[in-house]
């Protein structure tokens, strides 16, 4: 199912994944998370800086649990929309971790709203201190977006997970 390189097992054997909680932030920082999965990284970044966070995940069963995950935590705001270059409805296939919006052959679980980034008002005029994108291949449009927009300008630091699996969505 997954077809990573070598070098990504290096990555989870030296803990590289702990530089995902180390940023200099406090209680008025504002972060924002897109592709909220099931709320984790915001617990996390929420328990250690006591920060605003905006977390935006578009797979309703996702969102449902990141309700649950985080309900406890009072700054945190979800969103049941993903952000992207445009507008729209896309068809998406669950896949667990590789849930995606890449499938050739029309056979989909659910219809997902992207909203464009430029147009989302809680976004608008506010600096970032943190972004975290986690969107499933779809990280390389919101980031040309976000620099054709200018609002790069407003964002502090820019935290992406690309994805080196879609190689592996032929095996669908």
């Given amino acids: 199912m997954f077809n990573h390189s070598p070098a990504i097992f290096f990555w989870f054997k030296d ?8 940023h200099n932030l406090g209680p008025d920082s504002i972060v924002v998370e897109v592709g909220a999965h ?24 996702y969102y449902i649990q990141l309700k649950k995950n985080t309900s ?3 700054n945190i705001e979800l969103y049941n929309f993903g952000l992207g270059r445009r507008n729209e409805k896309i068809k998406i296939k669950h896949r667990g971790v590789q849930t ?31 972004m975290n994108i986690n969107i499933e291949g779809s990280e ?31 095996e669908t």
Avoid at 140 to 168: A, C, G
Wanted: hydrophobic share 40%.
């Fill in 72 to 74: 406890q935590f009072e």
């Fill in 15 to 22: 803990n590289a994944s702990d530089l995902l909680y180390e």
């Fill in 140 to 170: 390389y449009d919101l980031l040309d977006r976000i620099i054709e927009t200018k609002m790069i300008n407003n964002i502090n630091n820019i935290q992406v997970q690309f994805h080196e699996w879609l190689p592996s969505i032929r």
């Fill in 100 to 130: 995606n919006i890449f499938n050739r052959n029309n056979d989909y679980d659910e219809i997902i709203e992207i909203k464009d980034i430029a147009f989302i008002e809680q976004l608008n005029n506010i600096s970032i201190d943190l």
């Fill in 38 to 61: 099931m709320g984790d990284w915001s617990e996390k970044m929420y328990t250690r800086f006591y920060c605003k966070i905006l977390a935006y995940e578009p797979v309703y069963e």
